[in-house]
């Protein structure tokens, strides 16, 4: 912290800017600004001293910082927006300086173009139907957004369906538009949801640690029962398994997993198993 | 904010839960959520948690001139408020059938059955009396609020102490807290609401309902009690009719219940008497010590998996192989052959993935043994019925229909037919309603 230490305070809040390095996994508050490692190293102590001054790019070949969710670019510095952990990734390929974001708790969700997620119908009027996605505002979705939709032969959807859909609109100036079909016109999944099973909703956090790749509690989860899961990007999970119970079961086990730590949840998951 | 919607699959499931007497949350029908008291630095105030229903109650008085035509009695008001952020449907301009409902039915309950002597509550007849206010706020709705709120009124009422008055002649003087300890006040019984759901006209009732069933009930009844099971106040909502002894016997339950929240309650005003006898650190700051920024403690919810073990067994014991058909061709010509007898197309079901055809397989075959269980004389009847045509499809562009043979089928097939006749006959009132909805 010693590089920060001697950086003067010039950030618009006032508060001393912390290196985004020094500050990973670590809880961070809206107002604070952070600095990215190039810029570091710049401000560092004798370091044009110490280091050659590169003229060319090469001093830029680190490449892009892509800011993540929960942070904003403020001049050259990233600017905390939302409290949360940070995170980083590093890069994959070598290019690119990696992500950063703010790892938050949240339940509301806010339309982003290409989430999929689970809505419920509230209304048809006409050509469209109202979707409601748990935005500030319904989203609205053709009858020809389905796959295999002509005018004449319309969906058979009615209000109060569940629709799995991706958004192709989703910005803060209009309602959200989305559809139920892919670039290339198939369904690929997408479309109503069938009659039974539940509908609950969980925060958005778990979600995206559910639909992380090779995420742990679904491989558990689904060897208990067979099951249908639906994940909506919106914070909502259509569960049906084969009796009530079960789904009863599935639904609590995964709303449960919010809060539970590791071992805590194989403890569970064996007793279920066992039972 | 508009009230999320509840969608017809929710609805569908809940109903179908509370058919087989199974909750959300694993409760059995008569079974209360968690109650958590927990009380604040002042005296009167307390946070009452039902399950996740938090009410903030707090009590205050103040000297005031009676009421003309009750000279030498107190002035009780109550007031419950439903905060913005209890949930995204309350805004401040539209809550208002609800929350008269809800004022109504607590001023009767706490009011009326003279839980509070208002004859203590005289200081100088006609001119001086204590104003008692009681006011609440829901702070997050999770359901059943009338409940919640009469606990939390009737806590903040036994919690409060109000400051000492002595009157000697003519003069009143009114001792201020650090010169005389503050009185409790004069509190006969303790009256609490019990709220009864009732689903399908009547037919299941739900003790304590969560937001969920609250939204897919046919009514509500209202039962105020205290321990000595003397009703104070009782309100039926929602126009379904009740017989009888079906009200008799909510009260006798609401009877045990309220026992049961009473000792709560006692306990509770307890516990907090003696942390501040003893001189411990007491108030909301001290109840919520485990809660910290970044990890959760979530109570554990009690999830009863004994039903799953036995029907698992029965369905193992009583399974038989499955039956070979499933994958025996059965060749019609030369060059069409069919396999196993298909499934309804459903406009919904037409995108999904191979998984769901696996598991309507395995459902497939769950069915099949639920054929078998069946009588033979139902048996007969489904095959007479396998001559009409079997459409699958409402599309008009796949008219998929398939032909029955004239001929008698073997005996295993007439198994697979009779038992995906019970499918069918089990999905054709769905399929009528379908048709009749393509028509509109």
Known sequence: MAEAASVPAESLAGCR????????????LPGEELLLPEQEDGEGPGGAGERPLRLNAAARSRGRVVCGPGLRRCGDRL????CGRLRHKEPGSGSGGGVYWVDSQQKRYVPVKGDHVIGIVTAKSGDIFKVDVGGSEPASLSYLAFEGATKRNRPNVQVGDLIYGQFVVANKDMEPEMVCI????????????????????????LIRKLLAPDCEILQEVGKLYPMEIVFGMNGRIWVKAKTIQQTLILANILEACEHMTTDQRKQIFSRLAES | MKETPMSNCERRFLLRAIEEKKRLDGRQTYDYRNIKISFGTDYGCCIVELGKTRVLGQVSCELVSPKLNRATEGILFFNLELSQMAAPAFEPGRQSDLLVKLNRLLERCLRNSKCIDTESLCVVAGEK???????LHLLNHDGNIIDAASIAAIV?????????????GDEVTLYTLEERDPVPLSIHHMPICVSFAFFQQGTYLLVDPSEREERVMDGLLVIAMNKHREICTIQSSGGIMLLKDQVLR???????????????IQRALENDQKVRKEGGKFGFAESMANQRITAFKMEKAPIDTSDVEEKAEEIISE????????????????????????????????????????DEGGSDEAVILDGVKMD??????????????IVLSDSEEEEMIILEPDKNPKKIRTQTISATQVKAASKKPVKKRKKKRAAN
């Open chain 2, 376 to 389: 033979p004389g139902v048996e007969v009847s489904n095959i007479g019925s396998q001559d009409a045509p």
């Open chain 2, 319 to 358: 399974a038989e192989p499955p039956s070979e058909v499933v994958s025996k061709p059965v060749l019609w010509t030369p060059g069409t052959a069919q396999i196993g007898e298909g499934i309804e197309n459903s406009w919904g079901h037409l995108e999904d993935s191979e998984k769901e055809d696996e």
């Open chain 2, 156 to 168: 903040a009422l036994c919690h409060f102490r109000r400051p000492d008055v002595s009157v000697q």
């Open chain 2, 129 to 135: 009396v204590w104003q008692i206010r009681v006011d």
């Open chain 1, 17 to 28: 800017a912390r290196a985004a390095r020094t500050v990973l996994d670590q809880v961070v």
């Open chain 1, 79 to 82: 600017l905390v927006t939302k």
């Open chain 1, 182 to 205: 892919d670039s290339c016109g198939r369904a690929n999944g997408m479309g109503v949801i069938g009659q039974d099973g539940l509908l609950f909703k969980v925060t958005l956090g």
């Open chain 2, 250 to 264: 909510c009260s006798k339950i609401a009877g045990v219940k309220v026992v049961e929240i009473t000792e709560l």
